[in-house]
């Protein structure tokens, strides 16, 4: 079985960003790939001279730009350097609470 097409979705040079957007697409039954983070990474200092891709399946691309426009729209995107998934209800975490806001999870 070959692996699916690939399509671009998103486009950003903060790490952050691309995180949450990937952990938003996971939570809504996407399957993000996430290209050159790494890379990003390693130039180091906040400062990324790689863009960061989304891509997502040929067949997820609408959903997911869908789900871009809804994050932009609505969402500061959080600027920080961990963002996680509760251990409990796997709701992306807000930033800079200890508790989860969606089960109150206590920070694992
Ligand atoms: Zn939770």
Redesign the pocket.
Known sequence: MSPPKLSEVYRTYQQPESVTMAAVMRQHGLKPVVLGETLAALSGMGIYVQAIRIMVPRSQVLEARALVAIIQAEAEIPVTDTLLN?P????VWEPGFEV?W????QRG
């Open positions: 509760c409990a209800c796997n709701s989860c969606q089960c109150q999870a």
